[in-house]
């Protein structure tokens, strides 16, 4: 690790999420609170609809940098129950967002990765839902209400014919804290032909 390089981005991320502290020095282990404060996830949030009404109270997660951070990327613990599509409580690593896999880079900074994670309380994604009883039963009501919503107006229409996919992704196991990866399980379903 470059510590220089750790402490900048410990000062920026305080500077952009005065809620989330180091509790260590040199700072590899992060604490911090979020929650959705706008969009459409607060209006259903206003409605009572479950499981919105979640993601606009205080979340509390942490954030913890491996020994060979920034090649590999944080590990991140979410420590709120919550009933969310892309997150297991209290499980390491199991934060379902592409910034934490395959869409890691080093030079990402920890703020990109809390930014990922308020996103996934804005903008929860049920077509990639982790295999937990709670992810699942928030997925179906995501999806009810049109979630995920960025790039939607972006997305071509769709017809009744189309193929709808969606990942259903074991919650992940651990060996010596660290994420074990398994496989994920695809599934393609077609819509039935409605004349």
Known sequence: MNLPQLYKEKDFLNHQFPM?????DPPTTFEGMLRC?????????????????????????????????????????????????????????????????????????????????????????????????????AAKVCSEYGFPRMNKHQQKKTSETDIVRFNIIPVPSMVARQPVQRDTVRFTILRPYRP
């Open 20 to 24: 989330v502290t180091a509790l260590n």
């Open 37 to 137: 404060e706008k969009g459409e996830v607060k209006r259903l949030a206003e409605q009572k609809i479950w499981p919105f009404t979640e993601y606009v109270q205080w979340q509390r997660f942490r954030l913890e940098l491996p020994e060979d951070y920034p090649i590999k990327p944080p590990i991140v613990t979410w420590l709120t129950e919550v009933a969310h599509p892309n997150i297991v409580t209290n499980v390491p690593g199991a934060v379902c967002v592409s910034s934490l896999g395959e869409s890691w880079r080093p030079n990402l900074k920890l703020v990109s990765v809390v930014n990922s994670l308020y996103y996934l309380l804005s903008d929860p994604n049920p077509n990639n839902v982790f295999n937990h009883p709670k992810c699942l039963e």
